[in-house]
């Protein structure tokens, strides 16, 4: 199979390593990966074309912190402080939740990745046979990890929590889309045994680890009245930043936090909207990139957002920064663009794989319509994509070769079928008549 983009504005990865240029090239696309960039590669055998003309390709979004099945929440908890909004209502709810109910809140949040342009989600739950399931039969590529809460290595159901999340990977490993890491869930969810206990199992699986870290005030001011230490500082000492990690929020962070993650090699996740959304305040995005730590962007959960959009994620990441310092340089363009993409990529362990239009990596792809309103005039598209570009913009979706979507219509997933099934759970759980 192959796929000719025909004369398309692309967003390069410029010539300096960073940054980006808007320039016209054409892609070929053959079976899963970029073969050729203007140049037909061997063996090309046209299937597709898509016509560049009015459109802007850019790597696939990549999603690095999500909780997909929390769309059966959307909008059922809102305007809550975070105690409030954890203990009272996500926890109890997913006491009800069922496999069947995540595989179908999986699909519906995959359906509004693949419309908003992502093609690669990290997703942190407890079902995660059935979140494999809707990655496998939607084509979208991700990064699973089962959510560990427990004390230490005597409790036999943080345990049992550990096998099943092995067993489960098991089940899907070599998947062509798919790899997995281990999840505890906080440090203030976890023991310090039982952080030593997983990443003990992470190093002889080889998997990697995706841990909430110091996401509240409450959380950083417990730790320190508790142990004596910040969350960080409490983590970093049960050994488990020495397998690569990606932290979620980082909103409370020392001078000595920083110095730990960036030591450490740990990726940041941060989750602005959500962010704002519980009260949590705004995480030192440009002081930790200043430090040198790889910070990427995810949209958490659609119970504390409530929009999977990367664009819209992009837009506020873009704009609060220079909110909460003062400085209108805090965080570029660019800057935004790459957290979404590659620094993604780096963080999920998928550097080889997406993240740039690139020849050698796959072919995860997102079409911009761009004959809009508001990309006119055309003075600088990578402005745009911070500032401007909405989910609804993307036309076209290609992950790992394959078409997703094809002029927004959807390829692999029947949506009436989706929506008919996460309202009759809604109805089920007492969150809609
Ligand atoms: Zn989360």
């Known amino acids: 199979m192959g796929i000719y983009i025909k004369d398309i504005l692309c967003a390069m990865p410029a010539g300096d390593g960073k940054g980006y240029s808007i320039e016209t090239h054409s892609i070929y696309v053959n079976k899963d990966k970029i073969a050729g960039i203007d140049e037909i590669p061997v063996g090309f055998t046209m299937t597709n074309m898509i016509d560049g003309k009015n459109k802007l390709l850019i790597p ?12 059966l929440f959307r909008n059922s908890a809102d305007d809550l402080g975070f105690d409030d909004w954890l203990f009272k209502h996500i926890l109890p709810l997913e006491d009800k939740l069922t496999g069947e109910d995540s595989y179908w809140g999986s699909l519906l949040a995959i359906i509004e990745m693949i419309k908003s342009g992502t093609t690669s989600f990290c997703d942190m739950h407890i079902f995660i046979n059935e ?6 039969v939607s084509g979208i590529r991700a990064v699973l990890s089962r959510g560990l809460v427990g004390d230490d290595r005597k409790d ?11 067993e489960d990977m098991e089940l899907w490993k070599g998947h062509e889309r798919m790899t997995f890491m281990l999840a505890p869930h906080a440090p203030y969810t976890c023991g310090e045994d039982y952080l030593r206990y997983i ?21 950083f001011e417990d730790m320190m009245a508790s142990k004596k230490c910040t969350p960080t500082e409490y983590v970093n000492a049960t050994g488990l930043f020495d397998n690569r990690t990606i932290a979620a929020h980082c909103v409370q962070m020392t ?10 090699k740990v990726s940041v996740v941060s989750n602005p909207v959500s962010n704002m959304k519980l009260g949590n305040g705004f995480a030192p995005v440009p002081k930790m990139m ?7 962007l995810g949209t958490d959960g659609p119970a504390s957002n409530n929009s999977l959009s990367m664009f819209h994620e992009m837009n ?7 909110g909460a310092t003062l400085d209108a340089k805090a ?11 590659k620094n993604g990529a780096s963080a999920l362990g998928l550097e080889n794989i997406t993240g740039e239009i690139k020849v050698g990596l796959r072919a995860d792809l997102t079409v911009l319509d761009i004959n809009k309103e508001h990309f006119m005039p055309r003075t600088n598209l990578l402005s745009a994509l911070a500032y401007s570009t909405t989910g609804s913009d993307v036309d076209t979706v290609i992950v790992d070769g394959n078409v997703l979507m094809y002029k927004k219509e959807l390829k692999t997933i029947d949506e009436e079928h989706v929506y008919y099934a996460a309202n009759k759970i809604a109805k089920r759980l007492g969150l809609s008549r």
Not at 60 to 71: D, P, Q, R
Not at 205 to 211: A, P
Not at 316 to 322: D, E, F, N, P, V
């Open 316 to 322: 506020h990441a873009a704009l609060i920064h220079k």
């Open 255 to 264: 001078e000595n936090d920083m110095q730990i993650l960036a030591e450490k």
């Open 60 to 71: 696939g979004l990549i999603n690095s912190h999500a909780h997909n099945y929390m769309t």
């Open 290 to 296: 200043n430090h040198g730590i790889n910070v990427c």
């Open 331 to 341: 965080i570029t363009a660019p800057q935004v663009l790459a957290m979404a993409t």
């Open 156 to 166: 036999p159901e943080a345990l049992r929590r550990v096998r099943e999340a092995k």
């Open 131 to 136: 979140t494999s399931r809707a990655v496998d």
């Open 199 to 219: 990443s003990e199992e992470a190093k002889t699986l080889g998997v990697g680890i995706n841990i909430h870290l110091s996401e509240s005030k409450k959380e």
